[in-house]
DNA sequence: CGAAAATTTTACCATTTGGTAAATACACGA
DNA sequence: TCGTGTATTTACCAAATGGTAAAATTTTCG
């Protein structure tokens, strides 16, 4: 028997698994699944294609297994946002959160735009199993906290798409956002100050009804 | 002599180049760059492949091609920001511009989307040239009227980047977006709401100080 | 019309790429 | 240390892909 996939993975399974999917989400990350290809994926491991396949059902397995794992990691915050905790205080922390992830993981960050971006061939399945049912739920909480007056009257799907799109473009648009801003240190903590400014604006009760 | 280059382009010189160009969009805002073909394109535009070579150079003329064609579009909404007029009205008329350059042009936005994302490795300098000298100009409109007191003092260059992140995430992260949405005829107008509130609600003067 | 130029097609080619078969080297428990 | 299953390499292959040469066709214009 060979056959990886079946009973406990030895020692050196687990390392080169480990391995293989760490170089691979380098390698889709920066060029995408169609662009990138098995011999970078392998060099960039430190193995022979052949080997990689070994592990591997081949690359969409690989693509896939990275997809997937990547799922938890990312629905993370905002599972942790609690219904029963402050409401400025939760929504401003998933803020940071997000923040936060973005910043330290930027590859997973990348990987899962262009997943997005080109219409989530892979992913999905996931997106209405595993991310609507939280977003939903979220969303109830967020109508919740409106209903009982605790924040302003807005709406709780576009704020949370908002505080995505604000938070995940210092990954993915990386590129651009170096181009425009001078390389300073004090950088992560002007965007986490602005976005700050931004939300807990947004979430003051005294807000005024929408014209137009 | 051939060379579609030089001279001035024919009817159906012009009429073929576009219809090239419009398939070429469609196929690199879905795969990005590798991840499209000659073969696609050329289906796409109703062609053969060679035809398509007789008018571009190859793969990269055509993508560069779109690219800074791209460039100026995306650019212009920036530039009526009109440093004479309300800041307020300024603004907010900015984000909506954005807002519905996104919901008209999903393919262009996801092209430049995929090619950031990806690092810009064929618009980098495009972005040094074009973009920055323009983006500066803005930020240091805005900060003008910041100093005048005429809205809240907030980070000009972040504000930026989350006006763009906001309103281009509608076209680029449509296929997460539309998982989440049911759909409705309102979607649209809801979102320009959530911006509009979003935005204004930071715009205004009485914003607190940061802190942490 | 008729010839020259522009356009399009047909038939290719070289390279890249995902993937496989089989032989070889290695690890590890008895 | 030996033997067995695990891991890795070597040597390939078929399909896809970007691109070209040259013949054939169509358009343009005097």
Redo the contacts between chains.
Sequence with gaps: MSEVVSKKPSRIQRRNRRVILDAALNIFA??????ATLDQIATEAGLSKPNILYYFQGKEDIHVSLLSQLMETWLDPLVELDPYGDPQTEILDYVQRKLDMARDLPRES?LF??E?????PYM?PH??SD??PL??EKCAVISGWIDQGKI?A??P???I??I???T???A??E???S???EKEAANRQ?????????F???L?PQ??P?S?
């Design positions: 920066q060029h995408g699944f169609r662009g990348r735009a262009g997005i971006l080109q219409g989530a999905g997106l209405e991310l609507k977003f939903d302003a807005l709406d799907q576009h704020l798409f908002s995505w799109a604000t995940q473009h210092y993915d648009f590129a651009q956002v181009v425009l801003l002007r965007a986490s100050n602005h976005l700050r400014a931004l807990s604006a947004l003051r807000s005024p929408p137009s």
